[in-house]
Each structure stands twice: as C-alpha cells, then as structure tokens.
C-alpha cells in the first residue's frame, strides 16, 4: 500500500479504460437482472455462476431479436423453416434448463434418473446381434467336438443339432428391443414365395410365440446357449447303463 501512495498510482488509476466500461455495462446488465445475491461479504461460486448464466441468456436474447430475415423472405418457406428450428431449439432449451434445475433441487431423483439412462445406455450398447449368436454357436460346436461321445449331454447334443438344422432350413430370426435380442425360429425361409409363407393370417400367433424362442441376448451374452453348455461334458445316462450293468 506504500508503494502505491510513494509512486503516486492508486487502484483505480491502474483500470484502464476499457475494462471500467466492461465492468460498468456488467453492473448495468446485473442491476436489470435483480442485483448480485450474497451469502457473507463476497458472492459464492454459485451466485457467480448464476449471474453470469443469466448475462449470457440476456446476450443470446438480444442476438436473437435483432437478427431478422431480409424482406424477400418474409412469408416464404425460408421463413417458417428459421421459424420451426427456432422453436425447437427453444424448447430443448427450457427442457434441459428445467432438467438441470430439478437435479439441482432433487439430487437423489437426478441420480437416479442418471443411473437408469445410464443403464440403458450401457444396455443398448451391449445388445448382441445376429452375427454374435452365429459366432457363439459355431464356438460352442467346436468346443462341443473335443467333448468324447460317451460323455456328451444328450441335452447339449439336441440343442445344438436343432440350432444348426433351423440355419441350414434359414428360419432364424432375431428381435431386438434396444436392450436385449431374442433368437426365434420362422415357419419358412425368406426366399419361400408359397402362400403359406407370404399371407399375413397365417403368420406365427403371437399367444405360442414364446415356444418359438430358442435364445436370449443381453449384455453381450447368449444366456440360453451359455446355461446349455455348462454341463455339456456330463451324461447321466452313462452312470444309468453302468449300474445296469453290475446289476
């Protein structure tokens, strides 16, 4: 402070000509919006950010009203095509101003709604497709062969036998509900033009639908196919033969 009063120079004497006029038209601007809310002797970082969120709106609104089509556009397409996107725009707005202003009042439900479009997100990434299921299927026949006749799970054999002869008659289909898949099984090959095949009152009825799905994809993963596979090395009729046989 000394040395400011020994050089004759003051704070006020170092702001600069432009940077008085910016903090004037801040204080313009802040007046019309209410004045600065204080919480002790300085602004909080919330009040900051608040007060100069509103500036930049009260900037945007005065861009927005001074642009205006030129004349030869009035009543045109071009005119209600701004018209549209700038209400649109306008609504995306309040609807993620309102968004942000709920999670800031109610942040157990914005954490909540976070993790449910998290999760669904995270789901959706993850939903398998068809080439998956192909693939899953191809890799569990190969591992399938290592697997000695004697020991195979008569279960396992069927499964995967009635899996590759739905491919080789190309009845496949799969369903997607954003977040899972299902695997399900046609009456007819697409390339079939029969009757049969094309009327759409003799298409698979929806109440029997559900004998018709063979797998299920969620998270990268064929559940159906996997739980088969599990005991794939295991024949119960094998021990059933042996003990007929010491009897």
Not at 18 to 35: H, I, Y
Not at 91 to 105: G, H, I, Q, T
Not at 219 to 227: A, G
Request: aromatic share 14%; charged share 30%; net charge positive.
């Amino acid at each position: 402070m000394s040395n400011e009063v020994g050089t004759g120079e003051s704070i006020r004497d170092k702001i600069t000509l432009p940077t008085f006029f910016q903090e004037m038209a801040l204080r313009s601007v802040v007046t019309k919006l209410g004045g600065w809310r204080t919480a002790g002797p300085m602004n909080s970082l919330y009040n900051q950010y608040d007060h100069k969120r509103k500036i930049v709106n009260v900037y945007f609104e005065r861009m927005s009203n001074k642009f205006k089509l030129p004349e030869r556009f009035k009543g045109t397409f071009v005119e209600r095509w701004a018209d549209y996107w700038q209400a649109v725009s306008k609504d995306y707005k309040d609807v993620l101003v309102d968004a942000v202003k709920d999670v800031r009042d109610k942040p157990v439900k914005g954490a909540l709604i976070a993790t449910v479009f998290g999760g669904t997100y995270y789901c959706a990434k993850r939903n398998p497709d068809e080439a998956s299921f192909r693939d899953a299927l191809l890799t569990c026949s190969n591992d399938f062969i290592f697997v000695g006749p004697p020991i195979r799970n008569p279960e396992t054999t069927r499964h995967l036998s009635t899996l590759e002869q739905y491919y080789n008659e190309g009845v496949i289909r799969r369903f997607s509900f954003g977040v899972f898949s299902i695997m399900w099984v046609d009456n007819y090959r697409d390339s079939v033009g029969a009757y049969k095949a094309t009327c759409q009152y003799l298409t698979p009825e929806w109440l029997k639908f559900r004998k018709r799905i063979i797998d299920v994809g969620f998270l990268n993963k064929w559940w159906v196919l996997e739980k088969k596979m599990v005991d794939c090395d295991i024949n119960p009729q094998e021990w059933i033969e042996e003990c007929i046989y010491c009897k």
